[in-house]
């Protein structure tokens, strides 16, 4: 197989098998294990096929149709062993067979097979990072690498976590169903920080060759949406929206014709997209009037919001931003937060006032490896005209990132001094 071939098939996987394994899981009741064996046992044989065959026109329908033949063989079968044990006088009865098409008696309050999904990895049974972990392999098509990183923690324990968290799924029995309002609030969470996840991943890939991963912005986004669609009165779903929104509307900025990255000071602000903006700000408004005022999404949209009210880059209101960044750290304390408060103090005080910050930081034992601290040191060295110590900490922040244009640009900034 041709690299280019092997690359396309790869981005098929990733865009098609959350979709896949959700639609499984709903006809096999919730058994998420044995979704993920039938989706693992199509896409081999879509391995097999395609290379020789070719790509189908709708890839994605040629999968789903695969699966659900699959998965309606599995359930026929099912039915034949129950029936053969209900002969032998046992009281076990088959499941009826799940029609294969998508009728009203399938639907419930979301109506969306990936987010139904979501609210069954979120459930109580399992930890808050369990969920989160969890949802991104199943939905997110993130590998257990990557969710690692988002969550700063070794990838054996991520590993462990996601094993752990679907035998819990399966010994529990949890439905396969959205849960109803009394339940709702305790599971949203987890839900909310996953979309954000998958977003963030997108947005700013972790590894790879590429800046970022347009497919997951989009997935997170449309989430987001639907999210805002069937729970309008909850702050949080429309301050998350809020905050993706205003962050995607930079997309066509982030990076140059050879699809490098443009940091955010040097981006031309007239290719944001303020339809998109505009987007952004209404959600954001209509999370203030709901009192989410102190909601970590809204405070986080409330920051990309000082961005894009600023037509140039001097213009930003840092000192608003430093103020909602310490909120943030006090609603939601975070070594990451604290180092983009950080980064606002900087801009709005000097590197002089922030470098004390960042020093502190610097003995995060959670931060000794993560590559945005290292470039922050690096970017604050630099303006105090610690051009060799910066030096050093860029070329550090170039080692620790997988992500090959972020690794060159750091690279390229450590050369500059």
């Keep these: 197989m041709d690299a280019a071939l092997a690359q396309r098939l790869d981005t098929l996987w990733r865009m098609e098998s959350p979709a896949l394994i959700a639609r499984l899981a709903r006809m096999l009741g919730g058994d998420i294990g044995r979704a993920e064996e039938l989706a693992q046992d199509t896409w081999l044989a879509a391995l097999e096929r395609w290379p020789t065959q070719g790509v189908p026109d709708n890839p994605g329908a040629w999968l789903m149709t695969t699966a ?51 609210f069954v990895a979120c459930h109580p049974v399992l930890s808050a990072d369990a969920r989160v972990a969890l949802t991104l392999r199943l939905l997110g098509g993130l590998t257990t690498d990557e969710i690692a990183r988002a969550f700063l923690q070794p990838e054996p324990t991520i590993a462990q976590r996601i094993v752990r968290a ?34 963030n991943e997108g947005y700013a890939a972790s590894s790879g060759d590429d800046w970022m991963r347009p497919a997951l912005c989009e997935e997170a986004l449309r989430l987001g949406r ?60 209509q999370a203030l009037a709901l009192g989410g005022a102190d909601d970590g999404y809204v405070l986080q949209a409330a920051i990309a919001d000082c961005h894009a009210r600023a037509r140039r880059a001097e213009q930003t209101d840092w000192a608003r931003m430093a103020a909602l960044y310490a909120r943030l750290a006090q609603v939601q304390p975070s070594p990451v937060v604290e180092l983009n408060r950080a980064v606002a103090v900087s801009r709005a005080e000097g590197a002089a006032a ?25 970017d604050l060295l630099s303006q105090m005209g610690r051009n060799e110590e910066a030096a050093e900490a860029f070329a550090r922040a170039a080692r620790l990132t997988p992500n090959a244009r972020e690794r060159a640009l750091l690279q390229a900034r450590a050369g500059s001094h």
């Design 68 to 118: 659900r033949n699959r998965a309606i063989d599995v359930l026929r079968q099912h039915q034949r062993v129950a029936g053969q044990h209900a002969q032998w006088g046992t009281e076990l009865e088959p499941q009826p067979l799940p029609l294969p098409d998508d009728s009203d008696a399938l639907q419930d309050d979301i109506g969306d097979d990936l987010l139904r999904l979501m």
């Design 354 to 378: 922030a470098w004390p910050l960042v020093e502190a930081l610097a003995e995060d034992p959670r931060l000794q490896e993560y590559a945005p601290l290292a470039a922050v040191q690096g």
């Design 166 to 199: 679907k035998r819990t799924l399966a010994a529990k029995q949890v439905p396969f169903e959205v849960p109803r309002q009394a339940a709702l609030p305790e599971r949203l969470g987890s839900v909310l920080a996953v979309v954000y996840l998958i977003f």
């Design 226 to 285: 639907v999210l805002q669609q069937r729970l309008p009165t909850w702050p949080q779903v429309h301050g998350l929206l809020a905050l993706m929104e205003l962050q995607a509307s930079r997309a066509a900025a982030r990076v140059d014709a050879h699809g490098n990255p443009i940091l955010l000071p040097e981006q031309d602000r007239t290719r944001w997209d303020h339809l998109q903006v505009a987007r952004g700000q209404a959600a954001l408004r």
